[in-house]
């Protein structure tokens, strides 16, 4: 079946920088992995930073839970509900034209059964109106993204560190380092790939196994502290753009910031601030009569 038949045009020369009339998708994505392009994905919670993205020409937006961190002050992405998800992401959506929209599932709303994660996905594509969604876990989730596919749901997966376990953890460890971990590792990423995932996150894996999987799959790696083999990369935005604020002034190893937004921000307030307690705010320009 062609494009033409199916109504769907190409995206252009690619995905970054491509030019397209319609929503990318997850045919796009594939595509990309036979050309051996590499794409970037930055997380987006609002309309406003998701259309600066958009306009920027970023493919993929994660909605991820790591809004409750960035967006929401907890202190960790457990206690984000589907129902904050869902409002989140349709603003994301609301907010963007081009960019192919993946919604997390959050933490309790598909470990359950292959069910449950049905009607949570279900009520984020109608809902919120994303184009595919995550959750986390290799084998242990194949049961779960296996039968969002059959349903019409792309899937992306995510391996490797998994935040949502992070009791489990126990903190924040690199993953894949000696051989029993390794293997699991590939073991759970060629699960998610069988099951009918479309692309898979690699977060905090060792830069050479993250490579192995990388070359083993058909699908795309989209890699987080995973180095630079990964067929993609993403960051969670306001710790690209230099807004997070780190204990301890300690940013993590795989954290590039490309702004220094945080500061910016702050110069912008005490700015308005001072005009306002001097008198010069509003001036006659900024005055009706």
């Keep these: 079946m062609t494009s033409a038949m199916t109504g769907h045009k190409p995206a252009g ?15 796009d994505i594939a595509a990309a992995k036979r050309r051996g392009e ?21 493919p993929v937006m994660l909605v991820g839970d790591s809004m409750g961190n960035a967006h929401l002050g907890y202190d960790s992405t457990v206690p984000v509900t589907l129902d904050q998800m869902t409002m ?18 959050p933490f309790g709303s598909y470990q ?7 009607r949570s ?10 184009g595919a969604v995550k959750l986390e876990g290799g084998e242990r989730s194949a049961d779960q993204i296996r039968l969002l596919v059959e ?11 998994t935040p949502q376990s992070v009791h489990a953890y126990g903190g ?43 070359r083993s799959l058909h699908i795309p790696t989209i890699g987080i502290g995973s180095g630079a083999e990964c067929d993609a990369q993403v960051l969670v935005w306001t710790d690209m753009a230099g807004m997070t604020e780190w204990p301890g002034g300690r940013t993590p190893r795989f954290v590039k910031q490309y702004g220094r937004l945080r500061e910016a921000l702050g110069d912008a307030a005490r700015a308005f601030a001072e005009d306002v307690v ?12």
């Design 151 to 161: 349903s019409g749901i792309p899937v992306m997966a995510h391996v490797g560190l």
């Design 172 to 214: 924040h460890p690199v993953q894949g380092r000696g051989e029993e971990a390794a293997q699991q590792l590939l073991r759970d990423a060629k699960a998610v790939q069988d099951a009918g995932a479309f692309a898979v996150v690699l977060e905090l894996v060792t830069a050479e196994l993250a490579a192995e999987v990388t």
């Design 38 to 58: 590499k794409w970037p994905m930055l997380t987006a919670y609002d309309a406003m930073t998701a259309s600066v993205f958009d306009e920027a020409g970023i």
């Design 112 to 118: 359950e059964s292959a069910v449950q994660a049905l």
């Design 88 to 105: 989140l992401a349709g603003a994301v959506v609301r907010g963007t034209s081009r960019a192919l929209i993946v919604g997390d599932l």
């Design 13 to 27: 020369t690619g995905l970054y920088g491509g030019r397209s009339s319609r929503r990318l998708t997850v045919r």
């Design 121 to 130: 996905a279900t009520h984020l594509v109608k809902e919120a109106g994303v």
């Design 278 to 289: 001097g008198g010069a705010y509003p001036d006659e320009e900024h005055s009706f009569h």
